[in-house]
């Protein structure tokens, strides 16, 4: 008899820590998928945006075109000269952002399918494990798919900054600098207190312009809890005086020639991009 409890108490606690792990495992794929159905949606989202860009641009060279006199013809070829290459630029980097978007909602949509499979599965200890492993190489997918994301995030902010600064008239090697602590910043949440890489005072820059670059640059890299007033007030603090609640509360009017917007990183990337190049024309 002693042998049947012993056996029978061993046999309720196994069958308790499966209990318990099934249970672990429901609650993660829930977390997950409802996660995963947010990126899915934001994504669709963004598409659709690209596609209308892109059409918004075709059809704004297609006027530009057809407004020009028809007996003109050298009219109609610099017209076209001068469009054509922005349109192919954009259309070429709307595809790549397009493709990219397309690939981690194909990697996110198959994890939910197996996540669903998976939860239907009958528990035991080799499912357990199978689980397991499949959870843990689905992720490793879903990882660098979001590390390739979070690096032409990166690309393109740096990018965002170089022609923001250097439009500005800013010196080379604070430009350079600028590059060196938003990189820092964005990669890690913080900023290392060091006198050699504080930016000297422009007075084409306004304060307001700076907070809505940082404000700009954190939501397109949806790093939105991070503290972008630490970030001013130790890198440009030759512009900023006081407390930091004079940052959040103050210097929200921005200028009419403002090079930054409220619209946004990469709406106010294409206005920096066509200013460049107008400056590099002329």
Request: net charge negative.
């Given at each position: 008899?002693?042998?049947?409890?012993?056996?029978?108490?061993?046999?309720?606690?196994?069958?308790?820590?499966?209990?318990?792990?099934?249970?672990?495992?429901?609650?993660?794929?829930?977390?997950?998928?409802?996660?995963?159905?947010?990126?899915?949606?934001?994504?669709?989202?963004?598409?659709?945006?690209?596609?209308?860009?892109?059409?918004?641009?075709?059809?704004?060279?297609?006027?530009?075109?057809?407004?020009?006199?028809?007996?003109?013809?050298?009219?109609?070829?610099?017209?076209?000269?001068?469009?054509?290459?922005?349109?192919v630029s954009?259309?070429?980097?709307?595809?790549?952002?397009?493709?990219?978007?397309?690939?981690?909602?194909?990697?996110?949509?198959?994890?939910?399918?197996?996540?669903?499979?998976?939860?239907?599965r009958s528990?035991?200890?080799?499912?357990?494990?199978?689980?397991?492993?499949?959870?843990?190489?689905?992720?490793?997918?879903?990882?660098?798919?979001?590390?390739l994301e979070?690096?032409?995030?990166?690309?393109?902010?740096?990018?965002?900054?170089?022609?923001?600064?250097?439009?500005?008239?800013?010196?080379?090697?604070?430009?350079?600098?600028?590059?060196?602590?938003?990189?820092?910043?964005?990669?890690?949440?913080?900023?290392?207190?060091?006198?050699?890489?504080?930016?000297?005072?422009?007075?084409?820059?306004?304060?307001?312009?700076?907070?809505?670059?940082?404000?700009?640059?954190?939501?397109?890299?949806?790093?939105?809890?991070?503290?972008?007033?630490?970030?001013?007030?130790?890198?440009?603090?030759?512009?900023?005086?006081?407390?930091?609640?004079?940052?959040?509360?103050?210097?929200?009017?921005?200028?009419?020639?403002?090079?930054?917007?409220?619209?946004?990183?990469?709406?106010?990337?294409?206005?920096?991009?066509?200013?460049?190049?107008?400056?590099?024309?002329?």
């Amino acid at each position: 008899m002693p042998y049947f409890y012993i056996f029978a108490l061993v046999y309720t606690a196994f069958k308790a820590i499966l209990f318990g792990i099934k249970l672990y495992i429901e609650v993660q794929i829930e977390k997950k998928t409802k996660h995963l159905q947010a990126v899915i949606e934001k994504q669709q989202s963004q598409i659709k945006e690209q596609e209308s860009c892109i059409q918004n641009e075709l059809d704004k060279t297609l006027k530009d075109v057809a407004a020009t006199q028809q007996t003109d013809a050298e009219s109609i070829i610099e017209s076209l000269r001068k469009s054509l290459p922005d349109v192919v630029s954009s259309l070429v980097e709307e595809q790549v952002t397009l493709r990219r978007a397309q690939e981690k909602h194909r990697v996110e949509f198959e994890y939910q399918q197996k996540m669903s499979e998976l939860k239907n599965r009958s528990i035991s200890v080799e499912s357990l494990l199978e689980t397991h492993e499949k959870l843990g190489r689905i992720n490793k997918e879903l990882e660098e798919t979001e590390r390739l994301e979070q690096e032409d995030r990166l690309k393109t902010t740096t990018e965002y900054a170089a022609l923001f600064f250097a439009l500005t008239k800013t010196p080379v090697e604070d430009v350079e600098k600028v590059l060196m602590v938003v990189k820092s910043f964005i990669e890690h949440g913080y900023v290392p207190a060091d006198k050699n890489l504080k930016i000297a005072y422009n007075k084409k820059l306004s304060n307001a312009e700076l907070k809505q670059f940082a404000i700009n640059i954190l939501n397109y890299n949806q790093k939105e809890n991070y503290d972008f007033t630490n970030f001013l007030m130790t890198y440009f603090s030759d512009w900023f005086t006081g407390k930091r609640e004079n940052i959040l509360k103050n210097y929200n009017v921005l200028p009419k020639d403002s090079l930054v917007s409220k619209d946004g990183l990469e709406a106010d990337l294409k206005r920096l991009r066509n200013q460049s190049g107008d400056e590099e024309n002329s």
